[in-house]
């Protein structure tokens, strides 16, 4: 167990629409990443949150957006869904940043 | 932009076999992470490198860095059924404390058949 909990474990939405996916972090870790991992691939850095801010990001278009709160939990938004944004999506959270990542167990996400 | 390179991508081996997984990368690196994923679940961290010559052990997994080679090892020693899961290595850079995130290899997926 690494105390990193994410919602829902599984979810089906249709090409176009929009989808919240959701992380509770380690009390005290203030730095969330998330990461998309499609089937048979490594995982792939969306982006950062330290403090509630975005302060690091990787080749994902904007559509793909975040919020971390101050209770330790964080968001992952979608908007315009595409079939290939179907994957499992990973948060990971840390105590500070660039120390050692914790993961959640992730939500399969598909994309009809 | 940094590479993470895997190989072998998939390997079948007997019990009580030997056999290792090499993860090169292309640019300096401050930590490397070995992580295994059983399928349809999460990441699970097995080993954090975090220097030259770094060598950790756990049970029949053991893993080596070697920061001047970008070279980093994963040795399974004496397979058993269990350990069957697809390995990963990831690295991070500490660039001016930016958030890079970890850049992970392809995975490695083994198979240890009785």
């Known amino acids: 167990e690494t105390g990193v909990t994410q919602s829902p474990t599984h979810l089906i939405k249709t090409r176009g629409q929009q989808v919240t996916l959701r992380c509770s972090s380690q009390?005290?870790?203030?730095?969330v990443s998330w990461y998309q991992q499609a089937l048979g691939q490594g995982p792939q850095f969306i982006f950062q949150?330290?403090?509630?801010?975005?302060?690091g990001r990787g080749n994902f278009p904007p559509r793909f957006s975040g919020l971390q709160f101050p209770n330790y939990s964080s968001e992952l938004n979608v908007n315009a869904l595409e079939l290939d944004d179907s994957a499992l999506y990973l948060c990971?959270?840390?105590?500070?940043?660039?120390?050692?990542?914790?993961f959640g167990q992730g939500t399969r996400l598909t994309v009809v | 932009e940094l590479k993470v390179e895997q190989n072998p991508l998939f390997l079948s081996m007997q019990e009580g076999k030997n056999y290792t997984i090499y993860c090169n990368y292309s640019t300096t690196s401050d930590r490397l992470y070995w992580y295994r994923q059983d399928p349809g679940k999460s990441l699970e961290s097995l080993f954090v490198?975090?220097?030259?010559?770094a060598v950790k052990q756990e049970g029949r997994l053991m893993a080596s860095l070697d920061t001047k080679a970008r070279l980093s090892t994963l040795h399974i020693t004496a397979a058993v059924h269990d350990l069957s899961a697809t390995y990963f290595c990831?690295?991070?850079?500490?660039?001016?404390?930016?958030?890079?995130?970890?850049?992970f290899g392809k995975g490695t997926h083994l198979i240890i058949q009785p």
């Open positions: 949150y330290y403090r509630e801010e975005e302060n």
């Open positions: 990971a959270s840390c105590l500070q940043m660039n120390t050692e990542a914790f």
């Open positions: 490198l975090l220097s030259n010559g």
């Open positions: 990831a690295v991070d850079i500490i660039a001016g404390g930016g958030a890079d995130g970890l850049t």
């Open positions: 009390s005290g870790h203030n730095t």
